[in-house]
């Protein structure tokens, strides 16, 4: 989607930093509560989830520039740049913070006061963001995606499809908190399957060209992208780049399957955002996070591009097929 047609669909709120009245209409309004919605990637390629946190406010009774105002922070993928955006934010005083996975952390130490909702695609205990997941007890909860919990399935769905493949690279985005867990666990999971695994890094999109061609130095039979918000933003283009190098590839989401990718496994980014939406809308009302569980997004889907698998020369095993939500063809 085009930036220009993102701003168009959103009414430019999502691409703007702060949100501007009129000022007869200011002085005829009450003030509306403000959001502060702190992000890692840029806001052109994250359209999607923006809606669907939309979506999530409009089900707990708020809608945007109506009765709530919401004052957008990207960091376009420059992760160095949070702690300076969180810090504006927290300035303004704003009612609660909607924050990604690699900015809650950073909003959690800017402000012990204000609320914070999150979506994460890792632990939320294992990141430090809260105490416990039935009782947060602080200035912090929201949603987590099944995400890092999956990443040895998806080491076992590449073997599966991939039978031959006895050396594979794991694509981390080295700037994320849970990069090197998620890298030493899947060490673990490679080992007890008989693979070696090379752990790749890419934290820009110069970076890309780079780990792809060192692939075929590695004698990489096959390739696993770790859940990252930049890698996310990155998804048709990693599929493209997996079509270059004929490179059977497993990532999270559909979007990378439905660009052409090989597979995707995992949680919903989408679902995860409208679950941050309903919270945040919960908080304006006076809930307070230390009362309200972390919610899991449950919804799993595995997607295969039989297309990408034929142009690959590989053969789908039936059963994989037959567990399959949706078939590319």
């Given at each position: 989607?085009?930036?220009?047609?993102?701003?168009?669909?959103?009414?430019?709120?999502?691409?703007?930093?702060?949100?501007?009245?009129?000022?007869?209409?200011?002085?005829?309004?009450?003030?509306?509560?403000?959001?502060?919605?702190?992000?890692?990637?840029?806001?052109?390629?994250?359209?999607?989830?923006?809606?669907?946190?939309?979506?999530?406010?409009?089900?707990?009774?708020?809608?945007?520039?109506?009765n709530v105002a919401i004052e957008y922070r990207w960091a376009n993928?420059?992760?160095?740049?949070?702690?300076?955006?969180?810090?504006?934010?927290?300035?303004?005083?704003?009612?609660?913070?909607?924050?990604?996975?690699?900015?809650?952390?950073?909003?959690?130490?800017?402000?012990?006061?204000?609320?914070?909702?999150?979506?994460?695609?890792?632990?939320?205990?294992?990141?430090?963001?809260?105490?416990?997941?039935?009782?947060?007890?602080?200035?912090?909860?929201?949603?987590?995606?099944?995400?890092?919990?999956?990443?040895?399935?998806?080491?076992?769905?590449?073997?599966?499809?991939?039978?031959?493949?006895?050396?594979?690279?794991?694509?981390?985005?080295?700037?994320?908190?849970?990069?090197?867990?998620?890298?030493?666990?899947?060490?673990?999971?490679?080992?007890?399957?008989?693979?070696?695994?090379?752990?790749?890094?890419?934290?820009?999109?110069?970076?890309?060209?780079?780990?792809?061609?060192?692939?075929?130095?590695?004698?990489?039979?096959?390739?696993?992208?770790?859940?990252?918000?930049?890698?996310?933003?990155?998804?048709e283009r990693l599929a493209a780049l997996t079509l270059r190098y004929?490179?059977?590839?497993?990532?999270?989401?559909?979007?990378?399957?439905?660009?052409?990718?090989?597979?995707?496994?995992?949680?919903?980014?989408?679902?995860?955002?409208?679950?941050?939406?309903?919270?945040?809308?919960?908080?304006?009302?006076?809930?307070?996070?230390?009362?309200?569980?972390?919610?899991?997004?449950?919804?799993?889907?595995?997607?295969?591009?039989?297309?990408?698998?034929?142009?690959?020369?590989?053969?789908?095993?039936?059963?994989?097929?037959?567990?399959?939500?949706?078939?590319?063809?």
């Amino acid at each position: 989607m085009r930036r220009r047609e993102f701003i168009a669909g959103l009414g430019g709120a999502a691409a703007v930093t702060s949100v501007s009245w009129p000022l007869a209409a200011r002085a005829q309004q009450p003030a509306l509560p403000v959001i502060g919605f702190l992000n890692s990637a840029s806001p052109d390629l994250y359209a999607n989830p923006v809606r669907a946190f939309h979506q999530g406010l409009s089900e707990a009774g708020y809608v945007e520039r109506q009765n709530v105002a919401i004052e957008y922070r990207w960091a376009n993928n420059q992760y160095d740049r949070l702690p300076a955006l969180a810090a504006e934010l927290v300035d303004l005083r704003v009612a609660v913070i909607a924050a990604n996975g690699p900015a809650a952390r950073v909003a959690k130490e800017a402000t012990a006061t204000i609320p914070i909702v999150f979506s994460v695609g890792f632990d939320p205990l294992k990141l430090n963001l809260v105490t416990s997941l039935s009782r947060p007890g602080g200035n912090l909860t929201g949603a987590s995606i099944l995400n890092a919990e999956l990443e040895p399935k998806r080491l076992e769905l590449l073997r599966e499809i991939v039978p031959t493949a006895t050396v594979v690279a794991l694509l981390v985005n080295p700037a994320n908190l849970s990069a090197e867990i998620i890298s030493k666990n899947l060490q673990v999971a490679a080992g007890a399957l008989g693979l070696q695994l090379h752990v790749l890094n890419a934290s820009t999109e110069s970076d890309l060209p780079t780990v792809f061609a060192t692939l075929p130095q590695l004698r990489v039979g096959a390739l696993l992208i770790v859940n990252d918000p930049f890698l996310n933003s990155q998804a048709e283009r990693l599929a493209a780049l997996t079509l270059r190098y004929a490179m059977p590839t497993i990532f999270q989401y559909r979007e990378f399957a439905a660009a052409g990718g090989l597979m995707s496994y995992g949680g919903s980014l989408i679902d995860a955002y409208r679950l941050m939406g309903i919270y945040t809308g919960r908080i304006l009302k006076g809930e307070k996070p230390a009362d309200l569980p972390v919610q899991q997004s449950t919804k799993v889907e595995l997607i295969i591009n039989l297309k990408t698998a034929k142009a690959f020369g590989l053969t789908v095993p039936l059963a994989l097929l037959g567990r399959a939500d949706e078939v590319i063809e």
